[in-house]
């Protein structure tokens, strides 16, 4: 075979694998193996998806318009209840036009950047980042540009942060609020000055905003498109239901954007998956339309965790932990553990000391490598509250049992 002819596509092979995914399948086998892993790796609710939303699917399951094809853009009630539910949440007006459902919010996002962007186009992505923006941007012909932010910045990049990595090619700059890894919230200003900064360099948007329930301390999740003057234009919303209603293995999302857009993702859809499975898009109309008490429910569960994870972790000698107002990650620097001897390995970086973490705690952790940013761990505390609290003093215990 000739030497230009790769066996697996350049474009495939350049995409990394999920490291979330990969420590969570690592630690799930260990614990299939009669290890006891404690997993903080996976970024999913422990609690099982609410009943009224279960039934509603038993329900659809027996019904014979769902076993059937349905349109690829989605159910048409689906579509409604994502517009009354924008409406509801985001307080601004759309139509089912302006939606397209898709197989959870990681399609939306894959698909989202494939209408957008064309070969070479550049999308910022501010730091640190979740895993797969960059390579569903590079999948679909773009290249990401990394825009650093700090601890000390409340992990959120400024208009000026932009600006220095803005080019002639950048097309799109990525929102996503609260974020994944390091649940920071961007205040109404922060907020507003993004949006502008687009507008006035007229550059899209990609707001994802998955995590828009799952605020505390009376943080708020704004949406862009309130503060866009272009309003809806050049934005894409991505979102699903698999962190708010705990339906993680449902696998529905969608995408809220200007109608040509939509009509652009749509047909790319109807080669690329057809619908999306009925049943689970059944169980989203009941989730976005029926009671929401669940939500708040899981919530209050999730801030408590919230403020033990914290204490906990700042209580471990060279743990720095914020404490984050949303999502349900917390992003401690751990630089200071680097270089120590635990039982005489010593890890040179944050990946390996959360490889020693696996072996000697049987805890599994997410490493700061993984969304470009070493020196920090992500630890996700959607687990129960028993588990949250043994995983973390075995960190403990194995840190104080360590030498310089
Ligand atoms: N966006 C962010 C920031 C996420 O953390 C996740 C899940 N880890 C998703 C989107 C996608 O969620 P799903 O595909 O399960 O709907």
């Not at 503060?227 to 919303?237: A, H, K």
Request: glycine share 8%.
């Amino acid at each position: 075979m000739s030497e230009q002819r790769a066996r697996i596509s350049r474009r495939i092979s350049s995409v990394a694998e999920s490291a979330t995914l990969a420590i969570d399948a690592k630690a799930k086998a260990l614990k299939a193996s009669g290890v006891d892993v404690i997993g903080f790796g996976a970024g999913e609710p422990d609690f099982p998806t609410p009943t009224n939303i279960v039934e509603a699917a038993a329900k659809a399951c027996a019904d014979p318009r769902n076993h059937r094809y349905t349109p690829a853009a989605g159910l048409p009630e689906l579509r409604e209840a994502i517009a009354a539910k924008t409406k509801r949440d985001s307080g601004y007006e759309i139509t089912a036009g302006n939606t397209v459902v898709t197989n959870g919010g990681k399609h939306a996002i894959y698909n989202a950047f494939a209408t957008i962007l064309d070969p070479g186009d550049e999308v910022l992505i501010p730091e640190p980042y979740w895993t797969t923006y960059p390579e569903a941007v590079k999948l679909a012909g773009g290249v990401p540009v990394f825009v650093p932010s700090t601890l000390e910045g409340g992990f959120k990049v400024t208009p000026a942060d932009l600006d220095r990595y803005r080019t002639g090619r950048t097309k799109m700059a990525l929102f996503v609020s609260p974020s994944n890894p390091s649940g920071a919230v961007y205040n109404e200003d922060e907020t507003r000055n993004f949006a502008e900064f687009c507008a006035t360099n007229d550059l899209w948007i990609m707001s994802d905003e998955i995590y828009e329930h799952l605020t505390y301390d009376g943080e708020v999740a704004h949406s862009v498109v309130n503060y866009d003057p272009r309003g809806l234009e050049n934005i894409i919303v991505v979102n699903g239901v698999a962190k708010t209603y705990a339906m993680t293995g449902w696998r529905v999302g969608w995408i809220v954007a200007a109608k040509d857009v939509i009509a652009a993702a749509a047909n790319l859809q109807s080669q690329q998956t057809s619908n999306v499975s009925n049943i689970p898009q059944r169980a989203t109309i009941e989730a976005l339309n029926g009671d929401q008490g669940a939500v708040a429910t899981m919530r209050s569960a999730f801030d408590r965790r919230r403020q033990t994870i914290t204490k906990l972790l700042n209580e471990i000698e060279g743990v720095k932990c914020p404490l984050p107002k949303g999502a349900f990650y917390v992003y401690p620097d751990v630089t200071s553990l680097v270089g120590r001897s635990f039982n005489g390995v010593r890890p040179a970086n944050t990946s390996q000391l959360a490889e020693v973490i696996l072996d000697q705690a049987k805890v599994a952790v997410v490493p700061g490598e993984a969304f470009g940013t070493p020196g920090y761990f992500r630890f996700s505390y959607a687990l129960s509250d028993t588990d949250l609290e043994e995983g973390i003093s075995r960190i403990a215990k194995l840190v104080s049992e360590s030498s310089e």
